[in-house]
């Protein structure tokens, strides 16, 4: 089995639900910050979720890159750096095409940013 499958994400509130289908679509598991229950609430309680739960953050909040505020270990973070203007559709594409580029890789203690038609990966 792949890592790929073992990944879980859990999509903040700054980020379209659609992302969610299309991740679970894909064969990832995937959760909206709505269906837990956690909108509106400080980013260090997303966090905590996410970790209690073994979930990756996926956001556009440039708050979660501070290495400082969230250190490994965690189960990854992914930045979403994209154009304000880009549509749905072309960021759900920037993100599942970034995510095939990681697959099999371990993405714990990782932060990922993805930006348009590249990735930047620190460990």
């Known amino acids: 089995m792949s ?6 994400f859990l999509v ?3 980020t379209s639900r659609s992302l969610v289908s299309a991740l679970n679509t894909a064969g ?15 980013d260090a309680e997303v ?11 996926i956001t556009l ?14 189960f990854g973070i992914i930045v979403l750096r994209l154009p304000n203007s880009m ?3 072309d960021l759900i594409k920037e993100v ?5 580029a990681l697959n099999d890789q371990d993405i714990a203690n ?3 940013i993805v930006e348009p038609g590249r990735l930047r990966v620190r460990r």
């Open 61 to 74: 909040d440039l708050g979660f890159a501070n290495i400082t505020r969230y250190p490994p270990p965690h």
């Open 12 to 14: 903040d509130e700054n």
């Open 96 to 100: 599942i095409n970034g995510l095939n």
């Open 47 to 57: 966090y905590s979720y996410a970790q209690t739960h073994k979930q990756t953050v």
């Open 28 to 42: 990832y598991q995937a959760e909206h910050i709505y269906t837990a229950g956690l909108q509106g609430h400080p």
């Open 110 to 112: 990782t932060l990922i």
């Open 3 to 8: 890592l790929k499958n073992d990944w879980s």
């Open 87 to 89: 549509s749905t559709a």
